[in-house]
């Protein structure tokens, strides 16, 4: 199956941007629909957002609408995460995943990450 490693978390102050990576391995990374969850402490992981396995799609949890873009780079079987006019409620680990359906649900994704950590500073 399809491997993916997440890179790019850090700490930013509120207000501030930050782009997260999700490097893929396999030839077949531009099969796959690409999903964005994040889960903060204490809370229950939640969708972000999806990209279709072409790129020419993207949905995204309305909590984050508007300040978060995904975008993918087939050749380079990478896929990416801006956030932008980051809020503390964003601090969460936030994890990639691959799947073979459009969809914000985490059971429909088979393959995951092991997370980047995200701290939004008030």
């Known amino acids: 199956q399809v491997q993916v490693v997440e890179s790019g978390g850090g700490l930013v102050q509120a207000g501030g941007s930050l782009r997260l990576s999700c490097a893929a391995s396999?030839?077949?990374?531009?099969?796959?629909?690409m999903g964005w969850f994040r889960q903060a402490p204490g809370k229950e992981d939640e969708f972000v957002g999806v990209?279709?396995?072409?790129?020419?799609?993207?949905e995204y949890a309305d909590i984050v609408k508007g300040r978060f873009t995904i975008s993918r780079d087939n050749a380079k079987n990478t896929v990416y995460l801006q956030m932008n006019s980051l809020k503390p409620e964003d601090t969460a680990v936030y994890y990639c995943a691959a799947g073979g359906s459009f969809s914000p649900r985490r059971v429909d994704y088979t393959a995951w990450g092991q997370g980047t950590q995200v701290t939004v500073s008030s």
């Open positions: 990209i279709s396995a072409s790129g020419a799609s993207a």
């Open positions: 396999g030839r077949t990374f531009a099969n796959y629909v």
